[in-house]
């Protein structure tokens, strides 16, 4: 207390200004900094990560997709279809090449299936195999179906690194206790103007960081712009990536309940 009125006395002296004046100027300046500090800690995070979890789907959607899967000495390209029904159905069928054409994967809740023509034979896929090579990609069986979501299932906060910019949200999630995951925690960047996603990045549990996700070429189909590229870099594996590309999606538009049944996985489309 003693050192603020040696400091405002010198400013009088100096400035020959009335201390009401001082405060009023200390106001003014504390008035125009509290909205920047609002504008942060009200931001509905929650609703920015329920927008991520149902970027590429709606109350239905059908999607014609290219995967892309490169490695050091080698790379193949998958042309799928992909149907969903909210957040609890997926189907996914391979169209190309003709290796693979007719294989299908289907999601219904936290139950997953996949068939292999070659064998006719359906295959349940286990919870721990959730985290697994969905056909020898970079993306995992939960990125493909979205068994696990990002609202439910992961705790969230805002950031503020030190190179943060602007115009971009920083979004930390950490998963919750019962949260199967070999993730530590997941980095998310958005854009604030439109709530586009830049960056996906993922770590370890001991903090290390494994796998980065970037989005690119914002496209609209319909009535909603989304990134219609994907892009997977597993960050322990140089030269590897894998590239999702919608070529084409709709969404909102009916879709045949016999899509999202087993007897469906065996059918040649």
Do not use: C
Request: net charge neutral; hydrophobic share 40%; charged share 30%.
């Amino acid at each position: 207390m003693i050192r603020y009125f040696k400091i405002r006395s010198r400013v009088n002296a100096f400035f020959n200004v009335s201390p009401a004046i001082l405060i009023l100027l200390f106001l003014f300046i504390m008035s125009n900094r509290t909205p920047v500090l609002a504008a942060d800690e009200h931001v509905d995070v929650k609703t920015i990560i329920d927008r991520m979890d149902k970027l590429y789907r709606s109350d239905a959607s059908y999607a014609d997709v290219e995967m892309i899967v490169v490695s050091e000495h080698w790379e193949r390209t998958l042309a799928m279809d992909i149907w969903t029904e909210g957040m609890e159905k997926t189907f996914i069928y391979i169209k190309g090449p003709k290796k693979d054409e007719g294989i299908a994967t289907l999601r219904i809740e936290s139950e997953m299936w996949n068939y292999f023509p070659r064998i006719n034979k359906v295959m349940k896929v286990p919870p721990s195999m959730m985290m697994g090579s969905w056909m020898g990609s970079d993306f995992t069986n939960d990125d493909l179906v979205k068994e696990s979501s990002l609202l439910k299932d992961y705790h969230h906060r805002l950031m503020h690194p030190e190179n943060e910019e602007p115009d971009q949200y920083y979004i930390e999630l950490t998963p919750k206790s019962d949260t199967p995951t070999v993730w530590g925690k997941i980095e998310i960047t958005i854009r604030k103007a439109d709530y586009i996603p830049v960056t996906q990045v993922y770590y370890d549990e001991k903090g290390r960081k494994m796998r980065e996700m970037l989005f690119s070429d914002a496209r609209t189909f319909g009535d909603r712009t989304i990134p219609s590229v994907m892009e997977m870099l597993p960050l322990n594996k140089e030269g590897q990536k894998t590239v999702i590309r919608y070529k084409d999606i709709n969404f909102d538009e009916p879709i045949d309940k016999d899509v999202f049944t087993l007897r469906n996985l065996q059918k040649r489309r």
